[in-house]
Nanobody
Framework: QVQLVESGGGLVQAGGSLRLSCKAS????????MGWFRQAPGKEREFIAA????????SYADSLKGRFTISRDNAQSTVNLQMNSLKPEDTAVYYC??????????????????????WGQGTQVTVSS
C-alpha cells in the first residue's frame, strides 16, 4: 500500500505560480511512476504529467507542456508539480497518483487513469482572473 498526500494548493491570480507537492508513504521502495491529474467541475479527470521511477523520463499533456514541470525526490518520497503562468481555466482539484511498472518506463501508459494503483485525496487550485 502507498498513501499519497498532496499539498500546496490555494488561490492565485492569473499569471501567478504555484508549486504542488505530493508526499508518499508506505510501500515506497517499489518501482513506481508518479503522475499528476486534475479535474474541474463537470469535467473528466485530465492527465497533466508523469515521471519515471528514477526521474529521468517525463511525460506531459501537450496542452500544458512548457507551463508545468514535474520533478521527484525519491529520498524524500515526494513528487512536485511547478505550475507557472496560471490561467483561470487551470482551476481544478489536482491529484497525484502512483503506478507500478516493470521494465522500461516507455511501456507505462502515463496518461491513462488505469495505469495508476494509488491516488491522493486532491488539493484545490483556484486561479482568479
Amino acid at each position: 500500500q502507498v498513501q499519497l498526500v498532496e499539498s500546496g494548493g490555494g488561490l492565485v491570480q492569473a499569471g501567478g505560480s504555484l508549486r504542488l507537492s505530493c508526499k508518499a508513504s508506505g510501500r515506497t521502495s517499489s518501482r513506481y511512476a508518479m503522475g499528476w491529474f486534475r479535474q474541474a467541475p463537470g469535467k473528466e479527470r485530465e492527465f497533466i504529467a508523469a515521471i519515471s521511477w528514477g526521474g529521468g523520463t517525463t511525460s506531459y499533456a501537450d496542452s500544458l507542456k512548457g507551463r508545468f514541470t514535474i520533478s521527484r525526490d525519491n529520498a524524500q518520497s515526494t513528487v512536485n508539480l511547478q505550475m507557472n503562468s496560471l490561467k483561470p481555466e487551470d482551476t481544478a482539484v489536482y491529484y497525484c497518483a502512483a503506478g507500478y511498472y516493470s521494465g522500461s518506463y516507455s511501456n507505462f501508459r502515463a496518461s491513462s487513469n488505469q495505469s495508476y494503483n494509488y491516488w491522493g485525496q486532491g488539493t484545490q487550485v483556484t486561479v482568479s482572473s
